[in-house]
């Protein structure tokens, strides 16, 4: 640690690290210097990842290492969700000032649905969204919270498809609420006509670190589970949220952001999901942060598109995203032939994030190997992590549900629901 320059004088406090006893001398201005023992042992900054260099998990920003839950959750779990909206996502928009539900019950195909209704005020006006909830005869088993760009979500179990298959994910025992991403952040130039300008002055520009599209759509997930923590007829504590390619990279910053979430599924979200940055902007892997925010340049903050041609510069790459579920289960779902969704580097994230669900005890990806490619068609589970990788293209398919559906994705390995 630098030597830090004081031009007041210095008081005392006496903190502990663990069971080692440290006094810590503070100024005004927010400075520290330790008075007689140094700093904990310090991390390596970057971490190998198929030969390449990549911003560590378990390095503090003051350099010391983790070692320790009580490291990752005091420490480490904070400066990651803050470089990530510094950097990447934006800052989240606030609680709603006032938020209100409205329910209308029916059954439909056989099926008992419920149309939610939720009601969203910030400073600058209200938003309604509603939401169909499908539920299986008996207590479900878990719920799946699916985060829907396709707007694809019929509300007659009857006329599901693979995307959604709503008559699937109930005869399995398993409730299944939609949230359609228009009704929260349009995809589009008119993206700030949801809930965004329930809070920002329509007339005026977005603060150049404010969230866009992505990040309304994982807050709308979090309103969600308000109402989730309201209904009797499901358990809140084993809600999964679940989003494919665009939706993806929003459910894993929801699940990442609000930890009353027992699991995050991420199917084929590629650049800024679960696929390693670094790899796309050398020109291995497939959509790079330069095509992604030009092409979408709604999605994320300026703050980011910045980063489109020096990537290597960005602070936090994905496999921290993956990390900052434990450990809660996160779960990747990529395509063989998914190219522009790079599986390759999906892979390598999902076996980057692993360390930090050692420090739970819960290190184990499941998979056979660390080579790549795995085994094809196959469902790999650890403890806390999940894996495949689909035959065929990028998509949402029959085949990817039943590795969603199959097993247990809330086994009780996540931590106290407190939101984040």
């Known amino acids: 640690m630098g030597t830090i320059r004081h031009s ?208 309304a759509w994982a807050w709308g997930a979090s309103r969600v589970m308000d109402y989730l923590e309201t209904d009797p007829d499901v358990d809140a504590a084993k809600v999964a949220v679940l989003g494919h390619s665009r939706s993806g990279k929003a459910a894993l910053w929801a699940g990442a952001q609000d930890t009353r979430f027992a699991a995050a599924v991420a199917n084929d979200a590629g650049s800024t999901g679960t696929a390693l940055a670094r790899r796309s902007g050398g020109g291995e892997g497939g959509e790079s942060v330069a095509q992604l925010t030009r092409a979408f340049p709604h999605w994320f903050p300026p703050v980011y598109r910045a980063y489109g041609d020096r990537v290597d510069e960005l602070p936090v790459d994905q496999h921290q995203l993956l990390a900052l579920m434990a450990p809660r289960r996160v779960v990747v779902g990529s395509a063989t032939e998914d190219a522009n969704a790079d599986p390759e580097g999906e892979f390598l994230a999902y076996r980057a994030a692993a360390p930090v669900y050692a420090l739970y005890g819960l290190g184990d990806t499941g998979l056979a ?33 039943t590795n969603y559906l199959d097993g247990d994705l809330f086994a009780a390995v996540g931590a106290a629901p407190v939101q984040g």
């Open 8 to 215: 007041r004088p210095l008081r005392t406090v006496t903190r502990r690290l663990g069971s080692v006893a440290v006094v810590v001398a503070l100024c005004a201005g927010g400075g520290v210097a330790l008075q007689g023992q140094a700093l904990a042992a310090p991390a390596p900054e970057t971490v190998a990842i198929d030969g390449v260099d990549y911003p560590n998990p378990l390095r503090r920003d003051d350099g010391g290492a983790v070692t320790t839950v009580a490291d990752w959750e005091g420490v480490r779990r904070a400066e990651l969700l803050e470089a990530f909206q510094e950097n990447v996502y934006g800052r989240s928009l606030p609680a709603p000032t006032a938020q209100t539900f409205g329910v209308a019950q029916s059954e439909v195909g056989g099926v008992r649905r419920k149309i939610v209704t939720i009601t969203l005020t910030g400073p600058r006006g209200t938003r309604r969204i509603e939401v169909p909830l499908f539920l299986p005869a008996a207590r479900p088993a878990g719920t799946f919270l699916m985060i829907d760009h396709r707007g694809a979500v019929d509300e007659d179990p009857a006329r599901s498809s693979d995307y959604a298959p709503v008559s699937t994910i109930v005869k399995a025992g398993y409730a299944f609420v939609a949230l359609r991403t228009d009704d929260l952040a349009p995809d589009g130039g008119d993206y700030r006509d949801g809930v965004i300008d329930l809070f920002h002055p329509a007339g005026e520009e977005l603060p150049a670190d404010a969230g866009r599209a992505i990040s």
């Open 369 to 401: 190997s660390t080579a790549w490619p795995p085994a094809a068609d196959q469902g790999f589970r650890g403890p806390a992590m999940s894996y495949h990788l689909r035959s065929g293209g990028h998509g949402l398919t029959a085949a990817d549900w």
